[in-house]
């Protein structure tokens, strides 16, 4: 078992000078996307160091999802790691198919207003 994960938060938008981002299709719309990696266990991270940051590959799960503001992502994503922290499910491989699901149905829930603000 890991001992840490990095979970990262990204907007697809469009920015001048990088590719655009790649889509997946099977989310129309998609707005942001979750991506969550183990930290490579024969390095510890150092929070001053960002050369420490060292992940494992491949990644445990990357996945796209719509929401009407960044403000509404980080919700979803403090979520997924109070979700975590909790307990409830790993950030692991092996939840995957939890997360996809988890992860988009909440971000309907936040587009037909069913989550108030925390």
């Known amino acids: 078992m890991w ?3 990095w979970l990262s938060l990204i907007h697809l938008r469009d920015v001048p000078g990088a590719p655009p981002a790649k889509l997946d299709p099977r989310v129309p719309g998609a707005t942001h996307e979750l991506i969550s ?3 490579d266990p024969g390095q510890a991270p150092d929070p001053d ?11 445990d799960w990357a ?16 979520r997924v790691v109070t979700t975590i922290m909790q307990g409830v499910a790993s950030p692991d491989t092996d ?3 939890f997360w996809a699901r988890a992860i988009r149905e909440t971000a309907e829930h936040y587009a037909a207003g069913k989550h108030p603000e925390n």
């Open 3 to 5: 001992s840490y994960w």
């Open 37 to 39: 990696f183990a930290q």
């Open 49 to 59: 160091d960002v050369k420490t940051f060292r992940h494992l590959t491949p990644i």
């Open 63 to 78: 996945i796209q999802f719509k929401v009407g503001t960044d403000r509404d992502a980080m919700r979803l994503a403090e």
């Open 95 to 97: 939840y995957r198919t």
